[in-house]
């Protein structure tokens, strides 16, 4: 059996921004990639919601469909202008995994993304 620290080394050396969150999108942890993609801390994140990252141009349609997905307990993967902490804007590659607990209860949120500016 892998051990725990093992997950949370991995998941904190992973070049991938990721963070975990309560159902209602209020974000418990980010890891490192999180801060260097978005610019926010870790410190000042955790307890905010990842509405801090939208561009507040996105036709609201997007979100609806990311969260139509997201009550279906089903995953949603898109491509969504996101703001950074300095204003600055970038395009992120992001997918949105609901977490269930033993019950196949909603418990969490995992939040993956990339910045994938300069590939378009
Ligand atoms: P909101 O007030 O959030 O509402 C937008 C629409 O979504 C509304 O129709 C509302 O009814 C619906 N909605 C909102 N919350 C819920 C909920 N808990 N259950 C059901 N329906 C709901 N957004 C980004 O722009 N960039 C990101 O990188 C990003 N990453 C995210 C990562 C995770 C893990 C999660 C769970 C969400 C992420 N979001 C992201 C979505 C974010 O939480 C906001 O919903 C979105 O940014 C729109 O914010 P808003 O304040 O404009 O609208």
């Known amino acids: 059996v892998l051990p725990a620290r093992l997950f949370f080394e991995a998941v904190e050396q992973s070049s991938v921004a990721i963070s975990i969150t309560d159902t209602r999108a209020n974000i418990l942890y980010a890891?490192?990639?999180?801060?260097?993609?978005?610019?926010?801390?870790?410190?000042?994140?955790?307890?905010?919601?990842?509405?801090?990252?939208?561009?507040?141009?996105?036709?609201?349609?997007?979100?609806?469909?990311?969260w139509g997905r997201l009550r279906q307990l089903k995953p949603w993967s898109g491509v969504l202008v996101n703001r950074r902490k300095d204003g600055s804007r970038y395009?992120?590659?992001?997918?949105?995994?609901?977490?269930?607990?033993?019950?196949?209860?909603?418990?969490?949120?995992?939040?993956?993304?990339?910045?994938?500016?300069?590939?378009?």
């Open 31 to 66: 890891n490192p990639a999180f801060e260097r993609v978005t610019g926010y801390g870790v410190a000042e994140v955790v307890g905010r919601n990842e509405s801090i990252l939208s561009d507040r141009h996105t036709p609201s349609l997007v979100y609806e469909t990311l």
């Open 91 to 120: 395009l992120a590659e992001l997918n949105i995994a609901p977490v269930l607990d033993g019950q196949g209860q909603l418990s969490h949120y995992l939040g993956m993304h990339r910045d994938v500016t300069e590939m378009h």
